[in-house]
Every structure is written in structure tokens, then in C-alpha cells.
């Protein structure tokens, strides 16, 4: 590309330019005519032999709309690894926009096979977020997502809540607010936070047996890690501490 040209280009159109750098995809702006002319046909792009019907902007826009409709086909013939790199930085892009879906990600409804492939995946990478609902002293107490989550976690297969890496804990009620990164085996609780009426006593021993337990969960074997056991135990834990700091 020649930055040469981009001296009277507007703010939009250099962002656009960019973005497609960032996608590896290549930009016309400056290319001679002829090129892409050539460009054009060997895509088997629509063009006519009329130079003003096809200008520099009609062939441009012609060869980044192919580009941007652009199909692969063969995906599943890719190795196992090079497809599991392209579902994580799909997944990585969410946690970075902090993206809030209502339900599962579109990667994951495209079909059966990609949705085998991708779901998993989907729960060990990104975050999330459930709270309590009502008084936490009815045990078991409801779990419910919390309201900036999502709503899908209720309904969330047991296998695939057990793959969970990255789970906040809030517990309104209570004034509890905890960040679990089972990722991490040496320092799996990433935060703790209890509200200023909890007394010093009993926040040590509220924090040493949340790092004892989130220690004993990223010590089993295999992914399937979590359980809803784990989380009702950090509720009883969460509502002891409460208590014996209330009192």
C-alpha cells in the first residue's frame, strides 16, 4: 500500500484500513489500475471492459467486498490444533470487548459439529458472572446468574459448568464479592472482597478456607473441575462468615 495516498483519506476510511490490516487483508489504496483490473479477474469479479463504469473506487470496492464475503470450506480439514487456535482467539476477542452474550455465541449455534468442537472451549475461556438470589441463611440457596450476566448459565449443561476457568461470585446480601481463576493453580482466588462491617477474625478465616477449597478444585484431574457442590459450599462459607462477624 502506498501511505502516500492516504493523505486526503478521512478518519472512517483509515480506520477501515487499518482494521483490515489487523485482519490480514490486503489494501488496494494506491495499486495501479491495471492491477486491479488483474486482482478483479482473477476472483472472477463482475467487471466490464469500460474503464469509467470500473473505476479505481467501483474495482476497490468490488475487491474488498469479496474479501469480506469470503468463504472457507474446508475448516475441518485444518489440524486439530490450528482450529482450536482459531476458536480461542475468537473467544479471546470477547473477554477483551468484555462482551455480554444473552445466550451461547453464534460460533457456537453455526452447526452439530462446530458446536461440539467450539462449546467446550467457550466455557474454559471466557468469564463469568452468578450471584445469590434471596436470603442466603435458606440453604441450599437459589443460584441464579447474576443481572449483568448470562441468563443461559441456569440452564448450563453440568459438564460444561464443570469447564469453567474464570467464575465471579457476588453475593449482594452479603457484601461478599469473590473472583475465581482456576487457571491458575497457585493462586486460584485472584480477589476477595467483604464489606467493611466484617470483622478481622472472621475475614482470615473466611479467606484461608476459600484459598484451601478453590486450592482442592483446580487440584482434581482432568478439565472437569467445578462443581455446583463447590459453589454452595462458598455460599455456606460466605454466610458463616456473616454471621460469626455480624454477631
Known sequence: MDFTTLKKTTKSRLRELYIRLQRGLLCYEGLPYRELRHFASQRALAVSNDAKLDS????????????????????????????????????????????????????????????????PLF???????????????????KLVPDIHAAPFLQNTAIEHFARIKSLNLKFHNLGVYIQLDLHNKDNPVVSAQVSRSAGEVGDERFFSGLRALAMGIVAREGPLKLRMSDIEEICEMSRQNHDSTAS
Open 123 to 141: 466455557y474454559e475461556r471466557c468469564e463469568f458472572t452468578i450471584g445469590a438470589v434471596g436470603d442466603l441463611r435458606t440453604i441450599p440457596c
Open 56 to 119: 479505481f473506487k467501483v474495482l476497490k470496492g468490488l475487491l474488498e467486498k469479496a474479501d469480506d464475503d469470503a468463504t472457507f470450506e474446508r475448516f475441518f480439514e485444518l489440524p486439530p490444533e490450528l482450529r482450536q487456535n482459531v476458536f480461542l482467539h475468537y473467544f479471546d476477542s470477547l473477554v477483551v470487548r468484555k462482551v455480554r452474550y444473552k445466550q451461547q455465541p453464534p460460533i457456537t449455534l453455526v452447526s452439530r459439529k462446530l458446536r461440539e468442537a467450539s462449546l
